[in-house]
């Protein structure tokens, strides 16, 4: 397998505050990883410096082989990664479909006055990203509720469309922040089939933040655990289940 | 996808022949000369309120700097016209054209502003090109420029506010509107969807300043005489009231509020006070009640009625 | 030696001239710096760039007005009077207008602060005519003269009645219960509220200070001009936001000093380049601030979180 993305001694300092330490990752093109910590560990921060949203301090991303330091969130889309996020941030006035039409962005080549004189390209790439669209949100059984207002749909449903949503992007490398939280154990369950369906599918690396531990210990075929910022442990959920570190970092003691 | 198509076409005819009726209103003298001149202003006002739109409603930054792009395009064209007696269409263009740049020159350092800040540096913006016109004397200064060639006519109005609205539906409904409505719902998100939320930005920002441009120069050749002092921000509120009250990110919004701002001031012209006050509490009544405005996102097409009527016959995902 | 002589003459009279504009500079200043401290404070509390506030200074310098010239108060009681009453209209307005909004989006608050803005300028207009009123002239034998610059009698007054403020104010902010209780509300509305801050007391309470403040900057501006009109209010209104930002919105002492350097970049452009660029100066400045530094002279910048 092939190296998909490496991060080398990455860290991001807030006003003299260490919120990501040598952060040291590699993904492989096909990987389903899991990055797991306490609260306020820095997971959240990783992404950001990942996705661009935050420069790390320093340290290097490589992504397919180039660095990524320096590009902002937009061009790190571009260049095949996306992400959703753990607080969803959802196009909440638009329609569910507008919100995956979207994220096609960056895949619809027509100029401003084909769109303005409806010539062109327009009608073409507007009916294929319409197909798509619809075709992503089947997926995620969010066809029906295609036309409904995105504030408006129930929890589990939002969080579903926050993936769907970064699917459109078309990305390389997916990145999930929390996707199961606030799910009840039926609706995660469901979720696990659901991206390890999506890997397959679309030929995904994916890494995912989550705290519902049996989510991640599920499917995650390996994992890094991030404690004050720094990774203390890593390896495959059996070795990490065993690992006293990480037994340490999440039930206390010396 | 073909019912777009057609909606257009249904959307043409109807506006030619509102055209023709209001033609020849005109022509056969049935509007007093008053309210000919406010069927103009009614037009230009549209052109406005919807360029204003596309920024503060669907790409949700908040500008105040209207009127100083409009005075941009009313200088440069009548200073076209009255100087040079270029055609009015060139004339209109070229103004169009300056606004459109200006805009793209101060939106690019502006347009990282958020929210309050940029409304209020907006509105700076505006007050600086208002106060350097007013000190350039050879368009005439604080005195205002004379002498401009009446080349407004009903007809040019009509068709130029048509064009915008044609412009701006088309561009609002497309993969870069929808990129300026991505950033108006949530700016993080949408550029971690791929979108350059700075170009985006500055586009809206600068086809809006484009527009306003033409209006002014539309305006302008309505009267012999402009002054600085018709384009403050005062002039930008106004622009402001019928785009909120119609609705932020409805164009049949901001037809509706330019017509009824319109009417309603040039109805109660003789008591302007009064005119305000009125303006003043329906502002906040509808911010109580309404704060969408009339339309909220809604479009005249896609309501039920229209919608059974054009609808027909298409496939079911559009 | 003569050409140095000339030299030396002609910078004597430009330091001259600099020295008067500055106290010019300051007197306007410290009219600024009273709205902007009812600005910044209103924002400090409830983000809400109050567009009615120059609105609210107008209305003082009307109500100062009348308490003049149909009352025949002397000055100090037509202040205490303007300040009282125009404290409850900002109290009213607030309670009126912007308490049913506390949870809208802040754009709609911004829009109905307009529409609150066009209600008082016309309103008032109704009732005493758009035509601009004269104040009667008040010290204008008196004035000091140092070193050849003089401060005329308006000028110590604007002076003395502005430091009086800030100590009175400087003393309810940081010493009494209820101006803890203002800070805590500005710092974190909701953390002050668990603490058992009645927020919705505490901002009616910075409404009606700032209300108060701009007042009596009102009626000090109708002593130092003589002429008052129901527009008034927009310019000056405009320029103490400005003087806020320049400042640090939502600090005290920020809005002061910046009102100060704003009242002398204007008054230096008026009399060295040209009065008609004094507006465009002051929004220059407000472009340029947003621009290098947003936070003010004495603000923190603070990341978005994501």
């Known amino acids: 397998m092939s190296e998909l993305l490496r991060t080398e001694n990455v860290s991001e300092v807030f006003g003299g505050l260490k919120a990501v330490t040598d952060f040291n990752i590699h993904l492989d093109r096909g990987e389903l990883v899991g990055l797991i910590g306490p609260n306020g560990a820095g997971k959240t921060t990783a992404f950001n410096m990942l996705t661009g949203v935050y420069q790390p301090t320093t340290g290097t991303i490589t992504f397919e082989g180039e660095s990524i330091v320096g590009l902002k969130p937009y061009q790190v889309t571009q260049r095949g990664i996306a992400r959703t996020f753990q607080n969803i941030r959802l196009f909440s006035e638009l329609t569910v479909l507008e919100n995956v039409k979207i994220a096609f ?10 769109s303005v004189f409806r010539i062109g390209r327009y009608f073409k790439e507007e009916e294929a990203i319409e197909k798509e669209a619809h075709s992503l949100l089947k997926i995620f059984h969010l066809d029906d509720k295609a036309d409904e207002v995105a504030k408006n749909l129930p929890y589990g449903a939002q969080r579903r469309l926050e993936i769907a949503r970064a699917l459109a992007a078309k990305p390389k490398l997916l990145l999930l922040d929390e996707p199961a939280a606030g799910m009840n154990p039926q609706e995660t369950k469901e979720l696990m089939d659901m991206i390890r369906w999506i890997r397959q599918e679309f030929g995904l690396t994916i890494l995912l933040i989550e705290h519902d531990m049996s989510l991640v210990m599920g499917i995650c075929e390996r994992i890094y655990v991030l404690e004050y910022g720094e990774i203390i442990a890593q390896g495959t959920p059996d070795e990490i289940k065993k690992n006293p570190e990480v037994i340490r970092a999440y039930l206390g003691g010396e | 996808m073909k019912y777009l198509r057609k909606n257009d076409c249904i959307m043409l005819a109807f506006s030619v022949v509102l055209f023709a009726v209001l033609q020849v209103l005109i022509t056969e003298r049935v509007l007093s000369s008053f ?18 739109n596309l920024i503060n409603g669907y790409t949700g930054q908040f500008s105040l700097g209207h009127a100083g792009f409009m005075a941009v395009g009313a200088y440069v064209g009548v200073v076209l016209t009255a100087n040079f007696h270029m055609p009015f269409a060139v004339a209109l263009i070229a103004g169009g054209i300056a606004a459109g740049f200006l805009g793209f020159l101060v939106g690019i350092p502006t347009l990282r502003l958020r929210g309050d800040y940029l409304a209020i540096a907006t509105l700076g913006l505006g007050e600086i090109i208002r106060i350097v016109i007013m000190n350039i004397q050879y368009v005439g200064g604080a005195a205002g420029f004379k002498g401009i060639p009446h080349h407004t006519t009903f007809a040019w109005v009509f068709f130029i506010m048509l064009f915008t609205l044609f412009f701006i539906k088309n561009f ?43 209006a002014g120069g ?63 509490i329906a502002l906040i009544l509808l911010m109580f009640y309404r704060p969408q405005g009339l339309f909220g996102y809604m479009e005249i097409t896609n309501m039920g009625i229209f919608r059974r009527i054009f609808k027909k016959g298409e496939t079911p995902h559009e | 030696m003569r050409p140095l002589t000339i030299w030396k003459e002609l910078s004597m009279e430009v330091w001259h001239q600099v020295l008067q504009q500055l106290i010019n500079g300051i007197s306007l200043g410290s009219i600024y710096a009273l709205i902007a401290l009812g600005y910044t404070m209103i924002y400090g509390i409830i983000k809400l760039i109050n567009f009615a506030h120059g609105d609210i200074y107008m209305v003082g310098a009307y109500i100062g007005f009348f308490a003049i010239t149909q009352a025949h108060l002397s000055v100090v009681p037509a202040l205490l009077i303007s300040l009282v009453v125009t404290g409850f209209l900002g109290m009213l307005v607030e309670r009126l207008a912007y308490k049913p909004l506390r949870h809208a989006p802040r754009i709609s608050v911004l829009i109905t602060a307009i529409g609150v803005s066009f209600f008082l300028e016309y309103t ?107 527009l008034m209010g927009i310019m000056p209104g405009l320029k103490a936001f400005v003087a806020a930002v320049l400042g640090g919105i939502g600090i005290l002492p920020g809005a002061v000093v910046g009102g100060l350097i704003l009242g002398v970049v204007e008054a230096l452009v008026s009399g060295f380049i040209s009065s008609t660029f004094r507006d465009a100066a002051a929004f220059a400045i407000l472009i340029l601030v947003l621009l290098v530094r947003p936070a003010g002279i004495f603000g923190k910048n603070t990341k978005e979180k994501v």
Request: proline share 2%; aromatic share 12%.
């Open chain 1, 105 to 114: 962005h960056y895949h619809v080549k027509y100029g401003i006055l084909e």
């Open chain 2, 35 to 52: 309210w000919q001149l406010n069927l103009l202003i009614i037009g230009i006002n549209i052109i406005l309120a919807a360029s204003l």
């Open chain 2, 172 to 214: 609002v409904n497309s993969n870069h509107g929808r990129a300026c409505l991505a950033i108006r719902e949530n700016e993080i998100a949408a550029e971690s969807m791929g979108v350059n939320t700075t170009k985006y930005k500055v586009m809206a920002f600068t086809i809006g300043a484009a527009f306003a441009g033409v």
């Open chain 2, 218 to 280: 539309l305006f302008a050749h309505c009267f012999y005489l402009i002054s600085p002092a018709s384009f403050t921000f005062m002039q930008t509120f106004n622009y402001l009231i019928m785009v909120v009250m119609g609705g932020l990110g409805s164009i049949t919004g901001s037809i509706a509020g330019a017509f009824v701002v319109t009417f309603i001031s040039a109805a109660l012209a003789s008591w302007p006070e009064f005119r305000m006050i009125i303006y003043a």
């Open chain 3, 124 to 230: 008032t207009m109704y009732f005493v005519s758009p035509t601009p009123r004269t104040f009667p002239a008040m010290f204008g034998d008196v004035a000091v003269t140092v070193g050849g610059i003089v401060i005329n009698g308006q000028q110590m007054l604007i002076l003395g009645i502005t430091a009086v403020l800030m100590v009175i104010l400087t003393y309810i902010v940081q010493k009494t219960k209820t101006g803890k209780a203002m800070r805590a509300a500005s710092f974190d509305t909701e953390t002050a509220e668990l603490m058992g801050i009645n927020s919705d007391r505490i901002i009616s309470i910075t409404f009606g200070i700032g209300s108060a403040l701009a007042a009596v900057a009102g009626v000090l501006v109708g002593i130092y001009y003589n002429s008052i009109d129901p």
